[in-house]
């Protein structure tokens, strides 16, 4: 079946130092990824939409010059958390989609999550 | 826009009885809809979906969800609940006609007491 990884599954930081997550699809390729943030006891809340190749399409109220992410490849997609503050902790879960047709479902697939915790 | 309401934060049940966790959902055309569940720092896993064809949907561990269209409802039951049932369930819609992610209900906590 479809495996998205993300690393790291946790991290820490010091407040004003940026964090990079990954997210890969192991065995798909994956035309369009999504990161998610989801606080505490909270749904997910969308916060990009990245396609390879191209910029993201942020949601309102997502900074993109904060959230930097980068789809540079079809089975790659990094979250940048730049110059952290302890809002910014979180658990980031990205998401990717596989192609429609014959090699593919046009499903989308979730990885396990981040842990952010800036102090 | 398509959106999916979940109205109970929190659902108890006795383990070996019946459970349901609701799910309503809004979307401009005909919808994709979805049941995951999360445990503790997990990401989601998916249990079932619905796209077409027959109303009642079966999934993972014994789960299954029906499809109402006049009451825009997408419930998800289980005849006999057991006690690692318990976690966060999440109801997601997709409108199949927008290239589009989807939208998150915001979760209905599981607890089965033995």
């Known amino acids: 079946g479809a495996v998205v990884s993300q690393h790291p599954s946790w991290v820490i930081c010091k407040s004003g130092t940026s964090v990079k997550i990954e997210c890969r699809s192991l065995?798909?390729?994956?035309?369009?990824m999504f990161w998610y943030r989801q606080f505490p006891k909270q749904s997910l809340m969308l916060m990009a939409t990245?396609?390879?190749?191209?910029?993201?399409?942020?949601e309102q109220g997502v900074e993109k010059d904060k959230f930097l992410i980068n789809h540079a490849s079809l089975t790659l997609s990094t979250l940048t958390v730049t110059s952290a503050h302890p809002e910014d902790s979180s658990f980031y879960i990205c998401?990717?989609?596989?192609?429609?047709?014959?090699?593919?479902?046009?499903?989308?697939?979730f990885g396990p999550g981040t842990r952010l915790t800036v102090l | 826009a398509q959106s999916v309401a979940q109205p109970e934060d929190q659902v108890n049940v006795a383990e070996g009885n019946p459970l349901t966790v609701k799910c309503t959902y809004s979307?401009?055309?005909?919808?994709?809809l979805f049941w995951y569940v999360q445990y503790p720092n997990r990401g989601l896993q998916f249990l079932l979906k619905?796209?077409?064809?027959?109303?009642l949907v079966k999934g993972s561990y014994g789960f299954e969800a029906e499809f109402n269209k006049s009451q825009t409802s997408f419930h998800l039951k289980k005849p006999s609940a057991l006690v690692s049932d318990s976690a966060l369930y999440f109801c997601?819609?997709?409108?199949?006609?927008?290239?589009?992610?989807?939208?998150f209900g915001a979760g209905t906590r599981l607890t089965v007491k033995p």
């Open positions: 997601a819609v997709r409108d199949k006609y927008q290239s589009n992610d989807m939208r």
């Open positions: 065995d798909f390729q994956a035309t369009t």
């Open positions: 990245s396609n390879e190749g191209s910029k993201a399409t942020y």
């Open positions: 998401s990717a989609r596989d192609p429609p047709g014959d090699r593919g479902r046009n499903e989308q697939f």
């Open positions: 979307v401009s055309g005909n919808p994709y």
């Open positions: 619905y796209i077409t064809g027959d109303n």
